[in-house]
């Protein structure tokens, strides 16, 4: 009887190691599918997630729909490129260039964008929450309905950009430039910090959650005008930085 016992668990000790190697090989697979994704062409829908993508040139490239996120692009040429709906979620993009792409309904939360190159770029109803910007180049950008919730924005160029009915709520938007800039729609800027931010010559009249405060914090000047029932501050113009 017990040798019976002894050869029935030596039995099932072997099956018992035969699935553990297929599970092992299994995930060794998995594994290697989701590197071999980091080697592929750029394409729509690609899964670069998590890749190392930096400086390279992928200007004009179709990546609409891509998986982005957590990837490394930083100094990589996107100027032209089709990013629309693409999930670029933590996505590094230090001096990046994305010059004139097409991102609108892109996914750019969390970002890290250090003097990135956006100019011309169209991103309508794109997600910059969270987004880490700083001296990022949005001049004649196409911003309409983008979210900037809780953005770091210090210093970006948004000079000519469309922003009608985007959102900076609780955004630092310390030395921003809207010079220029279509503020129409009901631009919400409630609670953001306007520290010296550039609105000279802007039509705020019917931007939403501004406060007294933050406008007499804000760089402006006689052309600039203001919502109802703020007024304009007796130290404006701001001196030259």
Known sequence: MIPTVLYGIKIASRWACVLLLLVVASLNSVEVAGAADCRSSPDAKVDWSGCYKRQLMLGGSNLRDANLYDADLSFTDLSNANLQSADLEKTTLIRTLLAGAKADGAKFERI????AEMSRISAVDASFVNAEMQRVNLKAANLAGADFTKAELGRVNFEKAILTGAKFN????????LTNARLDGGVDFGEAFMFRTRIEGVDLST????KQDQIDLACGDSQTRLPLGLTMPSDWPCQPD
């Open 207 to 210: 931007a939403k959650g501004l």
């Open 112 to 115: 890290e964008a250090y003097r």
């Open 170 to 177: 609780l955004a630092n938007m310390s030395r921003v430039s």
